[in-house]
């Protein structure tokens, strides 16, 4: 088994972490700092990929409260603490403004 660091999340909640081959792999339901155990398989004509296994350290969650987390794919992100899942939102925008427009919506915020 090898083991794959989730270092950060997409816009849509997937954990991206590096695989043992330096490419990047994406898993739903992870968060950064979870380090996940997977095994490397192959199917014939198809590319290589690293499966799944089981979680080998769990960073802490959110009470998920839908009954169909998981399933339906509508409430992706309830894994993750609200606050969080703000600042992963809007990080990108604040960004952009920030590089683009000088603005420091941080000083803004607390004035």
Request: charged share 25%; hydrophobic share 30%.
């Amino acid at each position: 088994m090898e083991q794959i660091q989730i270092d950060s999340l997409t816009p849509d909640f997937l954990g991206v972490g590096i695989a043992p081959n330096g490419k990047k792999v994406s898993y739903p339901y992870t968060l950064p700092g979870d380090i996940l155990s997977v095994e490397f398989s192959k199917k014939k004509s198809r590319p290589g990929r690293y499966r799944f296994i089981n979680f080998l350290n769990q960073m802490e969650r959110s009470t998920v409260k839908c009954e169909h987390f998981s399933e339906c794919g509508g409430c992706a992100g309830q894994h993750i603490l609200y606050e969080d899942q703000c600042n992963l939102k809007f990080s990108p925008i604040k960004k952009l403004f920030s590089e683009t427009l000088n603005l420091d919506f941080d000083s803004q915020i607390s004035n």
